[in-house]
């Protein structure tokens, strides 16, 4: 076999081999939103081209200044996991913090104009799933809080946290964007109606969040929109969707009345254990121990605060990485906001971040595996968007 034979053969295994890590990802964006399943497949599938191309081709492992923190969160979890009193039951959260890769792997595989195609994707993809939704509150009567709709996902937090991360997508596209916008336009009114009928009240908080950012980016003047926004909504939306958004601000709701006891519970919780929380996925097992007599449930999954489920489960180390991760993130990406070429995709990521934020004071967001890889994805785009694809 002569040299240029096999630099020919070697030549197309990489371009086999980026093509296929490409397409898994793509596939791992769409699918997300109707399966986890399939979405775990292919980003099992793109893992495994990544790695073929660090060890077959010898290239580098790159990753985002933003991604650090992470890693330092993962060492913090891991330590809280060692010193969990079930470190077996800790472990299972620890799992999820593979999903972390996606951030190398969107950041090798979505380089340049693939950016721009991934948000297409994932746009596209949950215009069906908003679609879904619709159907099952129209059609199905999945019209209350005992059987709400959640698309074909397993709870409806998933599917209406998945729909606040691609509004803001989309609106982003409309814009701040130069092509494909009057599809992200269709799409929109979709998603703002699939959200209240889910009655997920920080899906709508952290959607009002992003819209509020986006509209301020662009023109803070847009901002005088958001009160005829709320006139519509109010006016338009059947009589059950609003009563559930305005108990967000009723203190004698059940719901809202055991969060306020969580928080008390939750820093009870970190006082008795700063340095590494009670332990990765502890807070179910152990609640019986900090529950104060006004609360409203007999037990709870998590403390619905992203913070404060951190600082309680992993420590107050674990919070300062998670924080440093979000400060850093955001600095980055309003440096890229300079730059006209950055804007949509930086915004589109802004978006996800605050939307992320202000829903995760009420829900543990972060701690949902779908909503976690899609808020991976979008955040990351931007840095990819500035890289050169590889020949």
């Known amino acids: ?6 630099a020919t053969m070697m030549s197309r295994r990489h371009v086999a081999l980026e093509q296929a890590g490409l397409l898994a990802l793509f596939g791992v964006a769409g699918a997300l939103q109707f399966s986890i399943a399939i979405a775990q497949i292919l980003l099992a599938v793109s893992v495994v081209c990544w790695v073929a191309l660090i060890v077959v081709d010898r290239e580098s492992v790159d990753i985002p200044s933003f991604a650090w923190p992470l890693v330092a969160y993962a060492a913090l979890t891991l330590l809280a996991t060692a010193f969990s009193p079930d470190p077996r039951t800790s472990l299972m959260a620890c799992k999820q913090m593979i999903l972390f890769l996606l951030v190398p792997l969107v950041y090798r595989f979505a380089r340049g104009s693939h950016a ?14 908003a679609a879904v939704g619709i159907f099952q509150y129209g059609v199905l009567h999945y019209d209350n809080l005992g059987q709400r709709p959640q698309g074909t996902l397993g709870h409806y937090m998933t599917y209406s946290g998945l729909l606040m991360l691609v509004i803001g997508t989309a609106l982003a596209r409309i814009l701040f964007g130069d092509r494909d916008r009057l599809w992200a336009a269709l799409v929109v009114p979709a998603l703002a109606v699939a959200i209240p009928l889910t009655f997920s009240r920080s899906a709508e908080v952290g959607a009002c969040a992003a819209v509020a950012l986006l509209l ?7 901002l005088a929109l958001l009160p005829v926004l709320a006139l519509i909504f109010f006016v338009a939306a059947p ?3 609003t009563n559930r ?11 809202n009345r055991d969060r306020l006891v969580m928080l008390r519970e939750g820093v009870h919780m970190v006082k008795d254990h700063p340095l590494l929380g009670i332990g990765p996925n502890m807070v179910q097992p152990l609640y019986a121990q900090y529950r104060e007599p006004d609360a409203v449930n007999v037990t709870n999954p998590h403390l619905h ?5 951190i600082a309680a489960e992993r420590g107050l180390p674990a919070l300062g990485a998670w924080i440093w991760f979000v400060v850093g993130l955001i600095v980055a990406l309003w440096k890229q906001m300079g730059d006209r070429r950055q804007k949509l995709l930086a915004a589109t990521a802004l978006a996800a971040v605050v939307s992320m934020l202000a829903a995760g004071m009420f829900e ?3 701690g949902d595996s779908e909503f976690l890889m899609l808020f991976l994805i979008l955040v990351t785009l931007p840095f990819a968007a500035i890289r050169p694809k590889t020949t």
């Open 216 to 222: 301020f980016l662009k023109d803070r003047r847009l």
């Open 305 to 309: 605060n992203v913070p404060l489920q």
């Open 239 to 241: 009589a059950r969707v």
């Open 1 to 6: 076999m002569t040299v240029a034979t096999q």
């Open 245 to 255: 958004f305005e108990s967000i601000f009723n203190l004698k709701d059940p719901t």
């Open 364 to 366: 543990y967001n972060f």
């Open 116 to 129: 721009q195609t991934m948000v297409t994707v994932i746009v596209s993809f949950a215009a069906a799933a």
